[in-house]
């Protein structure tokens, strides 16, 4: 069983930048890929970037250019870069984990707001 704990969420102005953090208790070796999603109110949950063991990388079309997805497997720990937000980025951003085993594993959410 794994946790994941999330941090880095806030409110932000538009053209800001925050940098998420998700650290997983499972060890690296199990886990094969990391990701961030996001659901807006009203909407479903969407990937946002996935980063996988090789550290190949996938973004959402809607995020390219402007978030950057990176792991630490010293740390267990996944990153999401977001330069120049804009207001529609607002959402509550999850964390998950998918490892080898085939487990998946969700963290609590974090908020972002992005706002003048």
């Known amino acids: 069983q794994a946790q994941l704990v999330e941090s880095g969420g806030g409110l932000v102005q538009p053209g800001g930048s925050l940098t998420l953090s998700c650290a997983a208790s499972a060890s690296a070796f199990s886990i094969y890929a990391m990701g961030w999603y996001r659901q807006a109110p009203g909407k479903q949950r969407e990937l946002v970037a996935v980063?996988?063991?090789?550290?190949?990388?996938n973004y959402a079309d809607s995020v390219k250019g402007r978030f950057t997805i990176s792991r630490d497997n010293a740390k267990n720990t996944v990153y999401l870069r977001m330069n120049s937000l804009k207001p529609e980025d607002t959402a509550v951003y999850y964390c998950k984990i998918d490892l080898r085993s085939g487990l998946v594993y969700w963290g609590q959410g974090t908020q972002v707001t992005v706002s003048s």
């Open positions: 980063i996988s063991s090789a550290r190949s990388t």
